[in-house]
């Protein structure tokens, strides 16, 4: 009981996603879905290109994303902001768009 305790605690602080921390993984996974979907319907369609979306992480120091069952990526550690700059084309230059308030 213990040790999975310990587990959950270094997951959490490192950012990890595992089987001892399902739910924050479920729950992380259900809030990036909303973002997205938020930011198709107010942009149009989101950047699709893997190589372009996995350059824009590096950029931002994203370390580790996961891939959910639906093939849908899992962001447990990146804020609204950071997914809207990565997923939405051409969004350079925009500080807080009135997608995310």
């Not at 605690?9 to 595992?18: H, K, N, W």
């Amino acid at each position: 009981m213990y040790l999975e305790d310990d587990i959950i605690a270094i997951q959490e602080e490192l950012g990890i996603v595992g089987y001892s921390n399902q739910e924050r993984a479920e729950e992380a996974n259900k809030n990036a879905r909303v973002y997205l979907q938020k930011f198709e319907e107010f942009h149009g369609p989101l950047e699709d290109i893997p190589s372009v979306l996995i350059q824009k992480f590096i950029d931002r120091g994203v370390k580790m994303f996961y891939f959910t069952g639906e093939e849908l990526p899992l962001f447990p550690k990146v804020s609204p902001q950071e997914l809207h700059d990565i997923f939405v084309k051409n969004s350079a230059g925009t500080d807080q768009c009135t997608c995310l308030v």
